[in-house]
């Protein structure tokens, strides 16, 4: 179906009139739909119980519930040597390689946590920041590590994005994927100079980009036209002295402590004086470090100094608006987030301080362009495969304990936690197939032959028996869609459609889907109703309605 990696991907329900800025209707006016589709913006997917929740509660009520709701967080990862070469002892059992040495346990526990868990808004921000600040598991392999990593995500979720950028900074996965962990002071005699990885990286893509941005995301230009740099190369080399002489926290049991400790992911990476630059520091803005001051100092100050940077707003903003909505933000749209962001007065950020998650979150999920669908030109995005699987789960009421949750979305181009580098699956940017001038992030993931696999991912998901548990997983219950009402559904075609219609696309499928999926619930004879309900339910899920949210 060559339509899949097209533009006709976008063709989304028309558009509605807008909401004022700040609207939301009481609780008890609120549709199904809109909450149908607040909840595909907001969490992993709608819920028969969410959606109830949220039509009786109303927005700012919901995400009140969302920001005070326990983390739902990993368990059972197991701490493990992080020296990999040690490996399985003789005798463990077969399964011992994959929970101890892969990042199988957290993968499982991601999507069986996205599926069954209610803390959802922390989840899905959780799994945002960590597709921006972004950590491999090609490179940390270990699962309590990838564990603790993801925690930051989950931690902050709700708290401020400068602490994001601290954690980040010291985590001790970033330290080992970034190289800053061991990062050592210029010494010429044995042709050590610091290493600049981390320092770039977290200006380029973890917090205000290569250029210089307008508050509404928009390139500044100089007299001749072209963008204005955000920072030069000196900038990145004064980054990188700011980020010497920080190594591992000492393994427990340790008998010595030293720079050059080895990796250790269970604590905070630490600072040795006697390995950091102390000369000065050319920073962002004009910045320029006094010299002479400690490890820990000159990363506080040089932390605050990329937190306050002006781009920050509108550059995470428009990310997290591509995460959350739609992927190509009207200017306005990010102009409003990036107001959030830095706390300006009148607006949703109002007396919170800059960097505040609450008030980002907000401003994203109440703005006018992600309440009302617009015009499918420009609006909407495509799910990624993550999102595709545990939307269709959640809609339909199904259950998953995440094992074949896991390997589909790999199968479908995104093991979670392990994108292929640090730019992510996809870049943010990333250009539609057929118009380069809007951005369609997820398309880096899915195309033709993405969508044929989604096809046979679909089948089994939709086959009415489910996916039997693995017994080598604790706990394990498999995946399952209970077909039974559809199926009873299905001996009135119609009334198949419109429950479709209701569940997967918020009341909003267009007459022409539906009419299509009327003829494909009617192509088996009616005393196959579970045949019936099984060509419609897969052509719903296939659709470019329905992989496309607006």
Not at 231 to 257: C, I, L, M, S
Not at 318 to 339: D, F
Not at 432 to 459: I, R, T, W
Request: contains cysteine; aromatic residues 8%.
């Amino acid at each position: 179906m060559p339509c899949f990696a097209r533009l006709c991907l976008w063709a989304a329900a028309a558009s509605l009139s807008w909401p004022a800025l700040a609207a939301d209707p009481p609780a008890a006016t609120m549709t199904e739909s809109e909450a149908r589709r607040f909840l595909a913006q907001a969490s992993f997917g709608p819920t028969d119980a969410s959606v109830a929740e949220l039509m009786s509660r109303g927005r700012p009520a919901w995400l009140a519930s969302q920001f005070t709701l326990a983390n739902s967080d990993f368990t059972g990862v197991p701490y493990v040597d992080p020296d990999s070469s040690k490996g399985c002892p003789t005798g463990a059992p077969a399964t011992c390689k994959r929970d101890n040495y892969s990042l199988f346990p957290v993968q499982v526990q991601f999507f069986a946590n996205a599926v069954n868990q209610p803390d959802q808004l922390r989840q899905r921000t959780a799994l945002a920041l960590s597709e921006i600040l972004v950590v491999s598991g090609n490179v940390i392999k270990l699962p309590h590590a990838m564990a603790n990593y993801q925690r930051i995500f989950l931690r902050n979720a709700f708290g401020n994005f400068r602490d994001v950028l601290k954690e980040v900074t010291l985590s001790p996965a970033m330290g080992r994927f970034l190289n800053m962990a061991n990062n050592d002071k210029p010494n010429p005699a044995k042709g050590i100079e610091p290493n600049e990885n981390y320092a770039r990286e977290v200006l380029q893509l973890f917090s205000i980009g290569l250029f210089q941005l307008n508050p509404d995301g928009s390139v500044q230009l100089d007299a001749k036209g072209q963008p204005v740099p955000s920072y030069d190369q000196e900038t990145v080399e004064g980054f990188a002295h700011v980020f010497t002489g920080w190594t591992y926290a000492p393994r427990p049991g340790a008998t010595k402590n030293r720079f050059g400790n080895p990796s250790y992911y269970d604590a905070r990476m630490i600072a040795f004086d006697e390995h950091h630059d102390k000369g000065t520091k050319k920073l962002l803005s004009g910045t320029v470090l006094p010299g002479g001051q400690t490890a820990q100092a000159d990363l506080e100050a040089a932390i605050d100094n990329i937190f306050n940077h002006p781009n920050v707003g509108p550059f995470i903003g428009r990310q997290l608006i591509q995460q959350l909505v739609t992927a190509n933000p009207s200017p306005a749209y990010i102009a409003r987030v990036a107001r959030a962001f830095n706390g300006a007065a009148s607006d949703v950020g109002s007396g919170r301080p800059r960097g505040d998650m609450k008030a980002v979150l907000t401003a994203i999920l109440t703005d006018p362009e992600a309440l009302t669908p617009q015009a499918p030109a420009n609006s909407g995005k495509l799910r990624e495969p993550i999102l595709q699987l545990t939307h269709l789960l959640r809609a339909m009421g199904g259950v998953s304990d995440g094992v074949w949750l896991r390997s589909q979305a790999a199968g479908l181009g995104q093991t979670v936690y392990s994108p292929a580098s640090v730019f992510n699956f996809f870049p943010p940017d990333y250009d539609l197939p057929d118009n380069p001038s809007l951005d369609g992030p997820a398309f880096g993931v899915f195309n033709a032959s993405a969508a044929f696999k989604l096809s046979g991912v679909l089948q089994t998901a939709l086959n009415g028996k489910g996916v039997a548990p693995d017994t080598t997983v604790p706990g394990a219950i498999g995946t399952k869609i209970d077909l039974a009402r559809w199926q009873t559904l299905a001996a009135t075609p119609a009334s198949l459609v419109a429950e479709i219609n209701r569940v997967l696309f918020a009341g909003r499928a267009s007459a022409a889907l539906q009419a299509a999926l009327l003829k494909a619930a009617q192509i088996a004879p009616a005393t196959k109703p579970l045949d019936r309900a099984k060509a419609a339910l897969f052509l719903a899920a296939m659709s470019p309605e329905y992989l496309v949210e607006n």
